[in-house]
């Protein structure tokens, strides 16, 4: 970021802050965050659009005692500055007293307050000619294989992001990343039949996604594998094994059931569970915010303290929390390093590759896709629908693809039968696992 636009950026902020004071505010914020994203979608070869999109955004917090209140505006000029922090200050007087959501003291502040070390900003020229291109290659990859007969188009993208913050203490954090992205989608056909498949690469740096060609190879290949899909061949307690990209929304899940706000509200299915076994043996969850290049790395948290590499699982028992400071100070955890969201979460690989994982696995299902929203992180009730392949006789039978086949469990008893093999792709997204395996769902 240039000097020139970091020193307006203070300005505007600087002066919102003073704003706040003005109308009496004992602790004040204000955040000024700014989004720009640029996408290239073409079809057939063709280029159908170019999408650019700018946001600005500007965030700010006062406090009265107890009392505070936030609000969010698009503009930075001074008079909608003032309009907002006077309607703000009114707001204020009918919020509640709440003594728990108040700032971090400052002897608790992150000392970093800046995410240079972590490389997350891609300074790589990329034109719009040459996002064109990539697009154009993984679509013509994909279209080359055989049984492929359309294209749903593919598509480019690339993002900027910067956040600066201070408050009426004199602290500052700035964060600034890149993203970029790369998706292709295309139809496969036999007679009547048409199925879509698709693939798609995602990363900080552009030099970190999969080459175009991998990804139209792969999508074509999933289109044309799912042709021709029936029901499973069996129905009751089988293996059931998830393709990565799939398996990271278990991932989600479990970061949702250790989430500080279920848990001191006891409206998760682990509320009870620090200390115990919720894994099988031999599996970590790991948090790492300071991984290089990671998609959601940083410093400091949101709400300005230090983060440092957590094992929220190890060996399968559960180790720590995940929540915001309000929610610590309620259950009593306010000098704890689990004081944050989730930043880059794995489930750490195992040592089999994913061939060895389902070797003995003589009837089982390998998810590649799920449908629904069927699950209930209080109870911890999974239904979902799932489309894939069989598993038989210890290998992924690519000839017997299946669709809408339902597969149910709860989490509890999903993550307690899991193993998992060594394919970890950690840069891929914020929630990355290996090929996962569950013993014992319900297919239906």
Same mark, same amino acid.
């Given at each position: 970021?240039?000097?020139?636009?970091?020193? *307006?950026?203070? @300005?505007?902020?600087?002066?919102?802050?003073? &704003?706040?004071?003005?109308?009496?505010?004992?602790? @004040?914020?204000?955040?000024?965050?700014?989004?720009?994203?640029?996408?290239?979608?073409?079809?057939?070869?063709?280029?159908?659009?170019?999408?650019?999109?700018?946001?600005m955004e500007i965030g700010l917090g006062m406090?009265?005692?107890d009392r505070s209140q936030s609000v969010q505006?698009?503009?930075?000029?001074?008079?909608?500055?003032?309009?907002?922090?006077?309607?703000?200050?009114?707001?204020?007087? &009918?919020?509640? +007293?709440?003594?728990?959501?108040?700032?971090?003291?400052?002897?608790?502040? %992150?000392?970093?307050?800046?995410?240079?070390?972590?490389?997350?900003?891609?300074?790589?020229?990329? *034109?719009?000619?040459?996002?064109?291109?990539?697009?154009?290659?993984?679509?013509?990859?994909?279209?080359?294989?055989?049984?492929?007969?359309?294209?749903?188009?593919? %598509?480019?993208?690339?993002?900027?992001?910067?956040?600066?913050?201070?408050?009426?203490?004199?602290? +500052?954090?700035?964060?600034? $990343?890149?993203?970029?992205?790369?998706?292709? %989608?295309?139809?496969?056909?036999?007679?009547?039949?048409?199925?879509?498949?698709?693939?798609?690469?995602?990363? !900080?740096? @552009?030099?970190? =996604?999969?080459?175009?060609?991998?990804?139209?190879?792969?999508?074509?290949? +999933?289109?044309? $594998? @799912?042709?021709?899909?029936?029901?499973?061949?069996?129905?009751?307690?089988?293996?059931?094994?998830?393709?990565?990209?799939?398996?990271?929304?278990?991932?989600?899940?479990?970061?949702?059931?250790?989430?500080?706000?279920?848990?001191?509200?006891? *409206?998760?299915?682990?509320?009870?569970?620090?200390?115990?076994?919720?894994?099988?043996?031999?599996? #970590?969850?790991?948090?790492?915010?300071?991984?290089?290049?990671?998609?959601?790395?940083?410093?400091?948290?949101?709400?300005?303290?230090?983060?440092?590499?957590?094992?929220?699982?190890?060996?399968?028992?559960?180790?720590?929390? =995940?929540?915001?400071?309000?929610?610590?100070?309620? &259950?009593?955890?306010?000098?704890?390093?689990? /004081?944050?969201?989730?930043?880059?979460?794995?489930?750490?690989?195992?040592?089999?590759?994913?061939?060895?994982?389902?070797?003995?696995?003589?009837?089982?299902?390998?998810?590649? *896709?799920?449908?629904?929203?069927?699950?209930?992180?209080?109870?911890?009730?999974?239904? $979902?629908?799932?489309?894939?392949?069989? /598993?038989?006789?210890?290998?992924?039978?690519?000839?017997?693809?299946?669709?809408?086949? %339902?597969?149910? #469990?709860?989490?509890?008893?999903?993550?307690?039968?899991?193993?998992?093999?060594?394919?970890?792709?950690?840069?891929?997204?914020?929630?990355?696992?290996? !090929?996962?395996?569950?013993?014992?769902?319900?297919?239906?």
């Amino acid at each position: 970021m240039a000097t020139k636009e970091l020193e *307006s950026i203070r @300005a505007t902020l600087a002066n919102a802050l003073d &704003l706040m004071k003005a109308q009496g505010a004992e602790y @004040a914020e204000a955040q000024f965050s700014t989004a720009v994203d640029r996408g290239v979608n073409v079809r057939l070869g063709k280029v159908e659009g170019i999408e650019t999109s700018k946001s600005m955004e500007i965030g700010l917090g006062m406090r009265i005692g107890d009392r505070s209140q936030s609000v969010q505006i698009s503009s930075r000029s001074v008079q909608d500055l003032s309009e907002a922090v006077a309607k703000l200050a009114l707001s204020l007087k &009918l919020k509640p +007293e709440n003594s728990y959501n108040r700032p971090a003291d400052m002897a608790l502040l %992150s000392k970093v307050r800046h995410n240079r070390s972590l490389d997350l900003v891609d300074r790589s020229k990329l *034109s719009i000619d040459a996002m064109a291109d990539q697009a154009k290659q993984a679509e013509a990859v994909a279209l080359s294989v055989s049984g492929v007969a359309n294209s749903d188009g593919a %598509s480019s993208g690339y993002g900027r992001y910067l956040s600066v913050g201070v408050d009426s203490r004199g602290v +500052e954090f700035i964060s600034e $990343r890149t993203s970029r992205s790369l998706s292709v %989608s295309v139809i496969a056909k036999d007679g009547e039949e048409q199925q879509v498949g698709g693939e798609w690469t995602s990363a !900080t740096y @552009a030099s970190d =996604l999969l080459l175009p060609d991998a990804v139209g190879r792969a999508a074509g290949l +999933e289109a044309v $594998r @799912a042709l021709n899909a029936g029901s499973a061949p069996v129905q009751g307690k089988y293996p059931v094994v998830f393709h990565p990209d799939i398996g990271a929304s278990l991932l989600g899940h479990f970061s949702g059931a250790i989430n500080g706000k279920a848990i001191r509200e006891k *409206s998760s299915f682990l509320t009870d569970a620090m200390g115990q076994r919720v894994f099988a043996p031999g599996i #970590s969850v790991c948090d790492d915010p300071h991984l290089k290049r990671g998609m959601k790395s940083s410093r400091f948290s949101g709400e300005g303290l230090p983060t440092e590499y957590l094992v929220l699982v190890e060996n399968g028992v559960l180790k720590s929390w =995940l929540m915001a400071l309000e929610s610590a100070r309620r &259950l009593g955890l306010e000098n704890v390093p689990q /004081i944050r969201g989730a930043t880059n979460l794995t489930i750490e690989p195992g040592v089999l590759t994913p061939d060895q994982l389902i070797s003995d696995i003589q009837d089982g299902l390998y998810v590649t *896709s799920l449908m629904g929203q069927g699950v209930d992180t209080v109870s911890g009730s999974y239904s $979902r629908a799932a489309k894939g392949f069989w /598993i038989k006789n210890g290998a992924i039978d690519f000839s017997h693809p299946v669709d809408n086949v %339902s597969v149910s #469990s709860n989490l509890k008893d999903m993550f307690l039968n899991m193993s998992v093999a060594n394919d970890l792709r950690r840069l891929r997204s914020s929630k990355a696992v290996p !090929t996962l395996r569950v013993e014992g769902m319900s297919i239906a």
